[in-house]
């Protein structure tokens, strides 16, 4: 007859005496990861014809939980975007997370930008892969075999079309001219 295993708080038993759990896959799809934050430059409105660029925030991330009795901390990393510029072209999975730019660019190609062919209304969308690892009652970091995909809410924006036209009339003149 076996007895059960009594430790002290916070001690972990030797893989001789108990099995540790396992943090799998569906464990870690479980959690509650916070979605990357997706970035539209310039947004709400773009250009035709001309670079638009994205950008993911995402950061590392941290939970505690139990798993068969025990405490778990479990750390997630993102680690792969996916990008759907909502006009039918994407970008990913990559490591590429994209970067702002400074106030002044703009029709910059970055190598996250998108430049769009046509006018209208577009979602653009951005999955994020994390994978993880995990630690059982403070023991050793174990990783997780397998990724959670986690989409971030899309970011609406307006492709227009810009025309340039030259007029004589002085503004300060002729307020009234065409073009002021």
């Not at 798993?67 to 590429?96: C, F, K």
């Not at 994209?98 to 703009?106: A, K, S």
């Not at 990724?147 to 002085?170: C, E, F, G």
């Amino acid at each position: 007859m076996s007895r059960p295993l009594c430790l002290p708080a916070g001690e972990v038993p030797d893989s001789g005496s108990m099995p540790i759990p396992v943090f799998t896959v569906e464990d870690l799809q479980r959690l509650d990861i916070a979605a990357a934050t997706s970035v539209v430059e310039p947004a709400p409105h773009t250009l035709v014809n001309y670079n638009t660029n994205v950008y993911a925030e995402a950061e590392a991330q941290e939970f505690t939980t139990t798993l068969a009795g025990y405490p778990v901390t479990v750390r997630v990393y993102p680690i792969e975007y996916t990008w759907d510029y909502g006009d039918g072209a994407t970008l990913g999975p990559t490591q590429l997370t994209g970067y702002p730019l400074d106030e002044n660019e703009w029709d910059l190609e970055t190598d996250t930008s998108h430049r769009y062919t046509e006018t209208g209304d577009v979602q653009v969308g951005l999955s994020t892969t994390f994978e993880g690892e995990y630690s059982v009652a403070g023991g050793p970091w174990l990783a997780v075999d397998g990724t959670s995909t986690v989409d971030s809410a899309p970011v609406d924006v307006s492709v227009w079309r810009a025309k340039v036209r030259n007029y004589a009339d002085d503004c300060n003149e002729n307020p009234a001219g065409a073009g002021c």
